[in-house]
């Protein structure tokens, strides 16, 4: 592990704020924070098919993970809740199990295409209320549960990390083969991968049958 020289180290705002000058109680920046769901937050979560959401464990270690379904698949309940679905997974759950045990959660949602993000923070309990699970059937199924957010604050967020990463540029986009596959990877890092490329090759098959057959 690398070990940082302590002279560098900033340990409390103080510190931060000999860096990163204090934003002005007047600009946008410190106003644009609101604390509901107003129309344009609406209107952005009903496009958006992708979100990553931020939970911390009850020992307080943190994790994102990835969401996704079609546009529009988290809904708004009212102007202080949404819901979003919990599909099939490895059974994992490392998000529900850290939200029984600490509730606050941090949201980004993305729509393919905008450079700007929309941030929510809350807190976060774990449902399995039919009527609010038949709001998110996809192709005749229900997620076996959702998470219902309390929203505390809502903002815009600029363009700069999306502009300066190109991530929707096309010309961005790298070659998939240039790296392993997953199965070739998680295998490595666990278990050890078979050397048989031919063997290797149907564990892939397996996973993309799975991803086919299980994605709801």
Same mark, same amino acid.
């Given at each position: 592990?690398?070990?940082?020289?302590?002279?560098?180290?900033?340990?409390?705002?103080?510190? !931060?704020?000999?860096?990163?000058?204090?934003?002005?109680?007047? *600009?946008?920046?410190?106003?644009?924070?609101?604390?509901?769901?107003?129309?344009?937050?609406?209107?952005?979560?009903?496009?958006?098919?992708?979100?990553?959401?931020?939970?911390?464990?009850?020992?307080?270690?943190?994790?994102?993970?990835?969401?996704?379904?079609?546009?529009?698949?988290?809904?708004?309940?009212?102007?202080?809740?949404?819901?979003?679905?919990?599909?099939?997974?490895?059974?994992?759950?490392?998000?529900?199990?850290?939200?029984?045990?600490?509730?606050?959660?941090? !949201?980004?949602?993305?729509?393919?295409?905008f450079d700007e993000t929309l941030r929510v923070n809350g807190t976060a309990q774990?449902?399995?209320?039919?009527?609010?699970?038949?709001?998110?059937?996809?192709?005749?199924?229900?997620?076996?549960?959702?998470?219902?957010?309390?929203?505390?604050?809502?903002?815009?967020?600029?363009?700069?990390?999306?502009?300066?990463?190109? !991530?929707?540029?096309?010309?961005?986009?790298?070659?998939?083969?240039?790296?392993?596959?997953? *199965?070739?990877?998680?295998?490595?890092?666990?278990?050890?991968?078979?050397?048989?490329?031919?063997?290797?090759?149907?564990?892939?098959?397996?996973?993309?049958?799975?991803?086919?057959?299980?994605?709801?």
């Open positions: 592990m690398v070990e940082l020289k302590p002279e560098f180290l900033i340990s409390d705002v103080a510190g !931060l704020r000999e860096v990163f000058k204090t934003p002005n109680p007047d *600009s946008l920046s410190q106003k644009k924070c609101i604390d509901h769901l107003d129309k344009h937050a609406r209107g952005f979560i009903a496009r958006a098919p992708f979100l990553c959401m931020g939970t911390q464990a009850a020992d307080g270690l943190a994790d994102v993970t990835p969401r996704g379904d079609p546009e529009g698949f988290v809904k708004v309940l009212d102007a202080h809740t949404l819901v979003i679905p919990e599909r099939p997974g490895n059974n994992r759950i490392d998000s529900l199990i850290n939200i029984v045990g600490n509730p606050n959660v941090g !949201l980004i949602f993305l729509v393919p295409g774990v449902t399995t209320d039919p009527e609010i699970l038949a709001l998110m059937e996809v192709q005749d199924r229900l997620p076996r549960a959702a998470i219902v957010v309390s929203v505390v604050e809502v903002f815009l967020h600029c363009a700069k990390a999306f502009r300066r990463s190109k !991530l929707w540029d096309p010309a961005s986009l790298q070659d998939r083969s240039e790296m392993p596959s997953l *199965s070739k990877m998680v295998l490595d890092q666990s278990t050890g991968a078979p050397e048989d490329p031919e063997e290797m090759a149907k564990l892939d098959a397996h996973l993309e049958a799975r991803y086919r057959e299980t994605m709801y």
